[in-house]
């Protein structure tokens, strides 16, 4: 007995064939729920990963994930906006006109009451001066906690009454001109002549930064642009290319860049006509052929006056051709604008 265990110890564990059997049958199941636990499973596949470290920032720029912490919080903010429609929409009208009328809102005048100091801007400006502005400090100390001093006719917004009708109308500009040129985020426009921004700022914050172009003239203008409106639209990020110019010279703008859209918002009223034409002239090689459009508002002087078959040739010598007029209602008040379209008509 005792030499039969011995052996028996010496070759091994003997297993019956059943439970060789079971165990096959206890794995087989084992792996089959494994396996379907793996097949199910919602994990990213390679190319899903690699998207998903790139998140689009300011309306369609990448910028990986793991630097997103040095990118502006405005930009961050933006990076779902892809999908925002340009224009108001008849459901945007009709939610605010309900919200108006669930909340039971009237106008009333505009009168001083408790927490609220209805002041004109010359009375605001009139404090700001003889109160040093709103500076809480005093004596040397008094210039030395302001990141961008601004000048007290810009912050009371005494600019806004200088260009066109309110400024409100700056939106409804941008709303016709991007959709009339199907403008993308990555499209490049240049205004002439911007102003303090009326409606640049629109386009500012919908295109990528470096995007949107401007020749202005006038310093004063400028410098609400820069000091006021560029600042207090948390817009600085988006690094706009204004520049002060006159007689129309584009010289110190990137000679590569090809423009999707260029436009000039009651600028050639006050033009004369040689100017203008030089003008298109130096622009008509810098829009993209076929596509690229050049819009003017109010009217085309500039070329009626020279009679419908000579301007059509004069056009025609710049690789210009006219596409017609159109005209576009104001979202917020009883106006509307005329506006005239033009195309780089060859390469």
Not at 207 to 228: G, I, K, Q, T, W
Not at 265 to 293: C, I, N, Q
Request: proline share 5%; with cysteine.
């Amino acid at each position: 007995m005792a030499l039969s265990a011995s052996r028996a110890m010496s070759k091994g564990v003997v297993v019956s064939v059943p439970v060789l059997v079971l165990s096959a049958l206890v794995a087989t199941v084992f792996l089959f729920f494994l396996l379907s636990s793996l097949s199910s499973c919602s994990c990213p596949t390679p190319s899903e990963i690699s998207a998903s470290n790139v998140r689009s920032v300011g309306v369609g720029i990448g910028v990986p994930e793991s630097s997103s912490g040095n990118v502006p919080l405005a930009t961050r903010k933006e990076s779902s906006s892809s999908n925002i429609p340009l224009s108001t929409r008849k459901e945007d009208v009709e939610w605010v006109k309900n919200q108006i009328q669930a909340n039971g809102l009237h106008m009333h005048d505009n009168v001083l009451r408790k927490g609220i100091n209805p002041r004109t801007r010359a009375q605001q400006l009139e404090d700001l001066r003889q109160f040093k502005g709103i500076s809480h400090y005093e004596g040397p100390d008094s210039d030395n906690h302001t990141a961008l001093p601004c000048p007290g006719e810009l912050l009371v917004e005494e600019h806004h009454s200088n260009y066109g009708e309110p400024w409100a109308g700056g939106r409804d500009v941008f709303e016709f001109l991007a959709e009339a040129s199907q403008l993308r985020s990555d499209s490049q426009v240049l205004e002439i002549g911007c102003g303090t921004l009326r409606v640049g700022l629109h386009f500012i914050r919908y295109l990528n930064p470096e995007h949107f172009h401007c020749l202005e003239r006038d310093e004063l203008s400028l410098m609400a642009v820069f000091r006021y409106e560029l600042p207090a639209q948390g817009l600085l990020y988006k690094r706009p290319s204004i520049v002060k110019g006159d007689d129309m010279d584009f010289s110190r703008f990137d000679s590569g860049i090809m423009y999707d859209l260029i436009y000039a918002s009651a600028v050639f009223l006050h033009m004369p006509d040689k100017l203008v034409w030089t003008g298109l002239e130096r622009l008509a090689s810098k829009l993209k052929p076929y596509d690229g459009r050049i819009f003017v508002s109010h009217n085309i002087k500039f070329c009626s006056r020279l009679g419908g078959e000579e301007c059509t040739k004069r056009l025609a010598s710049l690789g210009l051709e006219y596409l017609g007029k159109h005209t576009h209602d104001s979202l917020l008040f009883n106006h509307y604008e005329i506006w005239f379209e033009f195309r780089r008509s060859k390469a």
